[in-house]
């Protein structure tokens, strides 16, 4: 039941009722989301994505995208159950070509109808929100109240990998992506950036740090996905 075709609060969201002579509004029961919805909200995927990006309307225009949706389709189907090793999924192409669409789709697989817990984190916010908790004094959320979170999540899709390639960006990386590794805790991941680019093109571990490079190789298989901008059509 949402708020809209509720009989009992007729749609308001809320019931008035009279406490001591005086009238008091309580949420009426149609507004406590239920689990699924919590774990949707919990899941801070935006908006953007949450309504498109499922597998059903996904249409590979490549070969490589077909293998990609194939591996998605078979890690959502096994989540939680997967192989030792590299069982999550990194996702490596240029703009447009789906890597976002499916990693989310396997998100919202796992939440929606599994009903598990997943996070996704856009990795430009995640850095821009950590540098807005420095030299703030107090009571306030700190960089570890950010962090933490996203590596205690027993799935986490890191989205936009290498979009910064400053040596502090690479630090928080390589913590975050550290310690998933350390709990063998499965990730996702995309990225524009390759292992073997093409010429005047920077490498994957040139953007991350070798150091975490070389953890998600033995975290992730490396999806390589090709074909045209999707944006342009
Ligand atoms: N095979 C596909 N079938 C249908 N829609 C697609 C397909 N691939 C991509 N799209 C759509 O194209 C748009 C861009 O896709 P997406 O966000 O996944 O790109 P991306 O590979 O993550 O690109 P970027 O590197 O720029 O982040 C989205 O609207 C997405 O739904
Ligand atoms: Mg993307
Ligand atoms: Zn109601």
């Known amino acids: 039941m949402s708020p809209t075709n509720c009989p009992t609060c007729g749609g308001s969201g809320y019931l008035v009722e009279e406490h001591g002579g005086a009238l008091v509004a309580r949420p009426c ?20 994505y949450r309504k498109g990006y499922t597998f059903d309307p996904f249409k590979p225009a490549h070969p490589t995208q077909e293998e990609a949706l194939m591996l998605s389709r078979r890690f959502a189907e096994d989540y939680p159950v997967l192989p030792e090793g590299a069982n999550g999924l990194l996702f490596l192409g240029p703009c447009g070509v789906g890597k976002t669409h499916l990693a989310v789709s396997i998100l919202q697989e796992v ?11 856009d990795l430009n ?6 540098r807005a908790t420095y030299g703030r004094t107090g009571s306030e959320e700190t ?16 989205d936009e990998l290498g979009c910064v390639a400053t040596p502090w960006a690479q630090d928080t990386l390589h913590y975050l992506v550290s310690q998933r590794y350390n709990e063998q805790r499965p990730t996702l991941c995309t ?3 390759l292992d073997s680019p093409g010429p ?3 490498a994957l571990d ?16 490396t999806v390589l996905m090709d074909g045209p901008d999707h944006r342009k059509r």
């Open 206 to 221: 040139d953007r991350i740090g070798t150091r975490t490079r070389s953890r998600l190789m033995e975290m992730c298989q």
């Open 29 to 48: 029961s149609c507004r406590i989301p239920d689990r699924a919805t919590r774990l949707v909200e919990q899941a801070s995927i935006p908006l953007r």
């Open 143 to 158: 960089e570890y109240d950010i962090l933490n979170p996203l590596v205690e999540s027993p799935l986490l899709l890191i």
């Open 200 to 202: 005047g093109e920077t």
């Open 191 to 193: 990225s524009n950036y």
């Open 125 to 130: 916010g995640l850095y821009r929100e950590i």
């Open 111 to 121: 939440v929606v109808r599994k009903g598990l817990p997943a996070l996704f984190v």
